[in-house]
């Protein structure tokens, strides 16, 4: 259940409650594609940095180690050592990031393996069989992600399959969730809104699945190859079509700019990769703008990434150490970065929910920008 607590213009502050905790929104999800975080963080860093929701990628756990798996050894959160929710995709995106290994059909898609080139077979009701194995607190319905570039003609057909697969998670969670042998039958579904870059289409689709009442809405298919302008654009025109008393979610965003953004726009939910594949090539986030540490100037900088920040790497390290590490290849070097970046956007996102609180969003999201910029 989502209660929206206040409103600043059309930023949401809320809380969504499900059966592994509240979730206090806007919130930033940490991805967990294979039920880890790369960079050898375990679910108790995740814990100590102030995570709220961790995020695993169905497609990836269903070719390994197998959800059926997963469901005998207890669920997901059995598995990693997690209590707090998890959202779990639904493939979907795999059907356009593996585009060369796919064919998609009005019964599902069919994919190759990655990994070892196996035939796979994914629909709505696979999806969701997956993802009650995996017994995630959220699960994303499954749809297909068109290319930002793609005809009008090609995206106006996706759109609609993608309503008709959505009508078909819907009615399969329901049956999911009804079973004895299900662990969380209380799992909840998240519609995803598409539309490419075309704004009638995108909000025509955003009315249609918001009459199926769904648990939350995801607006999906950006920052896949448009530039932010066209994404905030698609956002104004379509979030005020999305239930305001129901959670949504901006999928695959992004940088600390794009949250700011997007919160500002009504957004509750994100998740990106950056802090953590940036934090591996140890690029970090500050309140003065992203730092390399593989740059020759922190060699004898004896200062933490950033002074009076309290992460793990910052309260014990240096700069020249960390470099240092990354350097010589040495996995703690990673490890420490990727740290630093969760614990960046985890705070950011309690300031962002503090100013929210205080009526002063506006005023924080400008000195926010303008200080990352500075450095």
């Not at 999800?29 to 169905?58: E, H, P, Y």
């Not at 356009?96 to 629909?123: C, N, P, T, W």
């Not at 999911?176 to 042998?181: I, K, M, T």
Request: aromatic fraction near 8%; include cysteine; hydrophobic fraction near 35%.
């Amino acid at each position: 259940m989502y209660q929206l607590l206040k409103q600043e213009g059309r930023a949401k502050r809320g809380e969504f409650h499900t059966v592994h905790g509240v979730i206090q929104t806007p919130v930033f999800m940490n991805v967990g594609t294979a039920a880890a975080i790369k960079g050898a963080v375990s679910t108790q860093d995740l814990q100590q940095i102030g995570t709220q929701v961790q995020l695993s990628n169905t497609y990836h756990l269903h070719v390994r180690p197998g959800d059926a798996l997963v469901k005998k050894l207890g669920g997901l959160h059995k598995f990693m050592v997690w209590d707090k929710p998890i959202l779990t995709d639904s493939g979907g995106f795999q059907v356009f990031s593996l585009a060369g290994l796919r064919k998609i059909k009005e019964e599902g898609v069919y994919f190759q393996s990655h990994i070892d080139g196996k035939k796979i077979f994914m629909g709505p009701e696979e999806s969701m069989q997956i993802q009650s194995n995996l017994a995630s607190t959220i699960a994303m319905a499954f749809d297909e992600c068109p290319s930002s570039v793609a005809e009008r003609s090609y995206v106006e057909a996706s759109v609609a399959r993608t309503t008709r697969w959505l009508k078909r998670c819907k009615q399969e969670m329901n049956r999911l969730n009804g079973l004895e042998s299900t662990i969380n039958q209380n799992q909840m579904l998240f519609g995803i809104n598409q539309g490419a870059i075309f704004d009638d289409i995108r909000i025509d689709h955003a009315k249609a699945i918001s009459e199926l009442d769904l648990d939350g809405y995801a607006v999906g298919g950006l920052a896949v190859g448009e530039s932010h302008e066209e994404m905030y654009h698609i956002l104004d025109v379509t979030v005020p079509h999305l239930p305001k008393d129901k959670p949504t979610y901006l999928m695959g965003v992004g940088t600390p700019a794009n949250i700011l953004e997007g919160v500002e726009r009504g957004i509750d939910f994100f998740d990106c990769v950056y802090p953590s594949r940036n934090g591996r090539h140890g690029h970090v986030y500050t309140n003065q703008g992203k730092l390399n540490l593989f740059n020759q100037k922190f060699e004898l900088d004896a200062k933490p990434i950033e002074e009076g920040c309290q992460c793990p790497a910052c309260q014990h390290y240096s700069r020249a150490y960390i470099r240092h590490l990354l350097k010589a290849k040495e996995m703690l070097g990673m490890r420490l970065c990727v740290l630093h970046n969760l614990y960046f956007y985890n705070t950011m996102m309690e300031e962002i929910r503090d100013a929210l609180d205080q009526n002063r969003f506006q005023s924080y999201k400008e000195e926010k920008l303008y200080r990352m910029t500075q450095g």
